[in-house]
T-cell receptor, first 111, second 113 residues
Framework: GENVEQHPSTLSVQEGDSAVIKCTYS??????FPWYKQELGKRPQLIID?????GEKKDQRIAVTLNKTAKHFSLHITETQPEDSAVYFC??????????FGGGTRVLVKP | DVKVTQSSRYLVKRTGEKVFLECVQD?????MFWYRQDPGLGLRLIYF???????EKGDIPEGYSVSREKKERFSLILESASTNQTSMYLC????????????FGSGTRLTVV
């Protein structure tokens, strides 16, 4: 089955700096890669996703890149703000099938 | 917006009790999932279902069972609760053919004493 590894497990950045979270996956057939943000005490919420026919996708301050050859994908957050503090999860699957999640990254943005 | 509703936010049960966690979604999604979330261990899949009366084991099914009698409802059952099942339980639903990921419920924090 699919295995997703996520690094780092914790990330502390100064407000205004960039944050990068990296994930690798094992199943070359996976074609859908979402990212979830979970604020303290709340449910995980989808923030951005990418499919395997696209190399990069942006939405305001967040972007995701995908390298199919290397089987890794990354989340980039620019100009970080205190409200970006949360746990972020990457995931991978074949569209329509079950998601396999990475272990999560706790991001702390220091004012 | 898709709504995924979990019946209880907090639950305290005794060791050995049979526990039911209920999840209802309102968007006619085929897929439903139960995850367990523990500190440092991320989201681990317990069971999932692609359709009514269908169920598949996830990564950690031991000690759990599920029921899906109606498309909108997916129940997680702890046959005999144990203290190591103290955790946050998250239900999610998703469309079979879409690429929209999942929508999660708010979670049930279960404490087994």
């Amino acid at each position: 089955g699919e295995n997703v590894e996520q690094h780092p497990s914790t990330l502390s950045v100064q407000e205004g700096d960039s944050a990068v979270i990296k994930c690798t996956y094992s199943d070359s057939a996976s074609n859908y890669f979402p990212w979830y943000k979970q604020e303290l005490g709340k449910r995980p919420q989808l923030i951005i996703d990418i499919r395997s026919n696209v190399g990069e996708k942006k939405d305001q301050r967040i972007a995701v890149t995908l390298n199919k050859t290397a089987k890794h994908f990354s989340l980039h957050i620019t100009e970080t703000q205190p409200e970006d503090s949360a746990v972020y999860f990457c995931a991978a699957n074949l569209v329509g099938n079950k998601l396999t999640f990475g272990g999560g990254t706790r991001v702390l943005v220091k004012p | 917006d898709v709504k995924v509703t979990q019946s209880s936010r907090y639950l305290v049960k005794r060791t050995g009790e049979k526990v039911f966690l209920e999840c209802v979604q309102d968007m006619d999604h085929e897929n439903m999932f139960w995850y367990r979330q523990d500190p440092g261990l991320g989201l681990r899949l317990i069971y999932f279902s692609y359709d009514v009366k269908m169920k598949e084991k996830g990564d950690i099914p031991e000690g759990y069972s599920v029921s899906r009698e109606k498309k909108e409802r997916f129940s997680l059952i702890l046959e005999s609760a144990s203290t190591n099942q103290t955790s946050m339980y998250l239900c999610a639903s998703g469309a079979f053919t879409g690429s929209y990921g999942y929508t999660f419920g708010s979670g049930t924090r279960l404490t087994v004493v």
